[in-house]
Every structure is written in structure tokens, then in C-alpha cells.
T-cell receptor
Framework: KNEVEQSPQNLTAQEGEFITINCSYS?????LHWLQQHPGGGIVSLFM???GKKKHGRLIATINIQEKHSSLHITASHPRDSAVYIC??????????????FGKGTHLIIQP | GAGVSQSPSNKVTEKGKDVELRCDPI?????LYWYRQSLGQGLEFLIY????????KSGLPSDRFSAERTGGSVSTLTIQRTQQEDSAVYLC???????????????FGDGTRLSIL
């Protein structure tokens, strides 16, 4: 069974700060997803990556397959970045489901 | 274009009643997933449909839960004899690919918030 751990669980920062959210998983996977859940509940897929690094605007996601670790970075953070950020891993080799195993999320608040 | 549509957006029902939740995936998406997010908990995989293949039901928490996908499009998640612990947000997602690919993310609906009294 794949275990996905995120840290920190809660993060409050000032506008403009550089934000890092970490995700670790326990078994080999095909892809690692970063999702953003808005205060209203809607979920948006930010990144899906299986190696290296991806960048979209002020968001950067990295993954280290050997260490089973991924990070999501936000540069020049803004109050509108306030949301829950969820890491999801899968599918993993030998796993039966094509669904994802999710972390519990990181609740990010950016204060003006 | 239209995204994943779920209905109802909110459902309140009494313990013991049956409920049906609907998901209308993005047109052309062959893969459809149901997830559950309980209060204070992370997302939990429930079931996966891929085309006309038998669904992967390995995430369903009990035999009170079932789902079907008619015509490879709309899906219905049914919970029989609801219990209070079934209260959660039920999310549906769809994707183009039958298996995860780097450039084929899942697209999520807004969810159905289910409250069991």
C-alpha cells in the first residue's frame, strides 16, 4: 500500500515569501500529482510529473524518484495562492487500482 | 469547454435512506474516477472506470456502495442504507488516458457534499 505524507500540514506566510510544500511516498509510482483545492472546494490539477522539474508561472514542482520525494514551490506568493495543496501519487507498480493515493493536504494561507 | 459536472451539489438525507450521485465527465474522456473526501481527511479513491472494461472497485468501503457507468459516459454512485460516516464530499474526475500519462491529468468536478442526519 502506498503511503503519501505531506508537510507541513498548515502554513501561514506573508505575501511575497517563497513557499515550499513537501511530499513523500512509500512505493514506486508512475506519476506524482499536485492538486490545488480552492476554499470553495473545487480541485484543479496543477502538475503531473514523473521526473525532473516542471514550471508554470510562479509554481514549480520537482520530483526525486530515487528518494521518493516531491516538492511544490511558490515564488512571490500572493493571497490568491491561499488554498489546500494536495499531493497524490500513483499508480504504483503492482497496485490494482488506477486511482491515486492522496496526501492529507497542506493548508496554505498567504497574508497581505 | 464544459468540465466535469456533478449533481446534486449538496444532498442532505436521513440515515438509512439510499442516495444517488451523478457525474457527467468531459466528453471523450474514457477514464472516470470517484473519490471521497471526509471532513478533516484527505481524498480517498473509491472506484475507477475505463471504457467498457470491468470497473476497479477496490476502493469501495463497503457493499453498500456501488457505481455504474452507462454508455461509457455518465456515472452514478449509489450508497444504500446511508450511515452518518458516509457524510463527505464525493468527487468525480475524468481523464483522456486509460492509464496515467505525464500529459494526461485528471479533471475534477466540484463534488457533491453529502450530509447524513
Amino acid at each position: 500500500k502506498n503511503e503519501v505524507e505531506q508537510s507541513p500540514q498548515n502554513l501561514t506566510a506573508q505575501e511575497g515569501e517563497f513557499i515550499t510544500i513537501n511530499c513523500s511516498y512509500s512505493v514506486g509510482i508512475s506519476a506524482l500529482h499536485w492538486l490545488q483545492q480552492h476554499p470553495g472546494g473545487g480541485i484543479v490539477s496543477l502538475f503531473m510529473l514523473s521526473s525532473g522539474k516542471k514550471k508554470h508561472g510562479r509554481l514549480i514542482a520537482t520530483i526525486n524518484i530515487q528518494e521518493k520525494h516531491s516538492s511544490l514551490h511558490i515564488t512571490a506568493s500572493h493571497p490568491r495562492d491561499s488554498a489546500v495543496y494536495i499531493c497524490a501519487a500513483g499508480p504504483h507498480s503492482g497496485g490494482g487500482a488506477d486511482g491515486l493515493t492522496f496526501g492529507k493536504g497542506t493548508h496554505l494561507i498567504i497574508q497581505p | 469547454g464544459a468540465g466535469v459536472s456533478q449533481s446534486p451539489s449538496n444532498k442532505v438525507t436521513e440515515k438509512g435512506k439510499d442516495v444517488e450521485l451523478r457525474c457527467d465527465p468531459i466528453s471523450g474522456h474514457t477514464a472516470l474516477y470517484w473519490y471521497r473526501q471526509s471532513l478533516g481527511q484527505g481524498l480517498e479513491f473509491l472506484i475507477y472506470f475505463q471504457g467498457n472494461s470491468a470497473p476497479d472497485k477496490s476502493g469501495l468501503p463497503s457493499d453498500r456502495f456501488s457505481a455504474e457507468r452507462t454508455g461509457g459516459s455518465v456515472s452514478t454512485l449509489t450508497i444504500q442504507r446511508t450511515q452518518q460516516e458516509d457524510s463527505a464530499v464525493y468527487l468525480c474526475a475524468s481523464s483522456l488516458a486509460p492509464r496515467f500519462r505525464v500529459n494526461q491529468p485528471q479533471h475534477f468536478g466540484d463534488g457533491t457534499r453529502l450530509s447524513i442526519l
